[in-house]
């Protein structure tokens, strides 16, 4: 009786590293790496002179802050997100000393003097979620934007994307962006 024997075909496996190593820098090199980029904020100036922690005015100081329970308090009065948007514009246009001719206020007594005087105070919580943190200096810009935006109207007769570098300059210092973060330490 004759004995068979089969042989296993063979693959010659050599040629199959060189397509995956041709296919790896193929995707290596088509593939796009997106980049974050954060939160696009210009950080305060640096202070040049001694008067930078001076005493503000209780009527220039609006404080808005965050607590653990998520909840968004503007002078300890808790208010909804949507809120904050009109309560800073309200605030920052206010006029309170009457020398301001381009604010449209209701010149009250417990709000800011003049939209260069105002100061917003933010702080939060070690507990308060991020998103909340965002959303709110969101609010807080947008009211900037709005105000600005009328200004730019009303002096230039432009939108704020058609105005000159010069231009958009007076209106930053007609409504300067002044926000005041205080840095919570985390009490547990």
Known sequence: MKSFRRHSATVNAGSMADIAFLLLIFFLVTTTI????????????ICETEDCTSNIPERNLIRI?????????????????TDIKNRVEVFIDNNGVGTCDYCEGEQSETSSDHPKEAVIS??????????????????????????????AKQTFNKTPDQLSKDELENVKKAYPFIVSEIMVKRSH
């Open 34 to 45: 997106s980049a974050d980029k954060g939160i696009l904020r210009q950080l305060p100036r």
């Open 65 to 81: 802050s965050m607590n653990e329970k998520q909840q968004i308090m503007v002078d300890n009065d808790i208010v909804e997100l």
């Open 122 to 151: 933010l702080s939060h919580d070690a507990l308060t979620k991020y998103n909340l943190f965002i959303s709110v200096q969101d609010e807080i810009t947008k009211a900037y934007y709005d105000l600005r935006t009328r200004y």
